[in-house]
């Protein structure tokens, strides 16, 4: 489901903010190594749980604790359920407990992958702020066609869960120079995804 403007613009500005300040925190914003392709372009960090090809953990790598999963990120989640298919997620669900921030320079790209470290049935949701990004969205069988792809531009929300959950998707470009006047972001893209992990 895409809801294209779903966040207001002073939200988003919010958000942006937000951001900027978990991006400062122990775990920074770092571009994982991927196992065959080599760097990623995009910077991430992490809260909840830190991520890494392909798991979750509690701890950064130096040992540190991971920064909490902020309460605003999981209201945020269960409203962006509610909104794009009708009801939040029950109340019996694992919780939301995760979120990773990608930050996408002009250059930046996301390969086709499924989010698939989660043990939990919950939709997975997304927030996009700052430039907009083609958004590759594809099936459950294999990572090319018959694919779909959207702009998703700031403020966007789009969440993938049931029988969509397990989507290969990604991120093929960026478009700079389209972010909103007055977001406080000069360039390049913002993307949290918030999901539950369903890890004890
Ligand atoms: O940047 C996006 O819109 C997608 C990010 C993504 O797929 C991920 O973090 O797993
Ligand atoms: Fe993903």
Redesign the pocket.
Known sequence: MHLPGWLPLEAQRDLVERCRAWARGPGGMVRHRMPRSGLMS?R?TALGRFWTPYRYSAELPDGRPVPPFPDVLGELARNGVAAAYGAPPPADAPPFDVA?V?F?DSEAK?GM?Q?REERADVP?V?L?LGDS?V?RFGNTETRTRPYTDVV?GSGDL?VFGGPSRMAY???PRTLPGTAPAGLGMAAG?L?I?IRASGLP
């Open positions: 995009v991430m990773l990608n996408y996301m992958h989010d997975v997304s996009s990004c958004f998703l789009f998707h990604g991120v893209r993307n995804t």
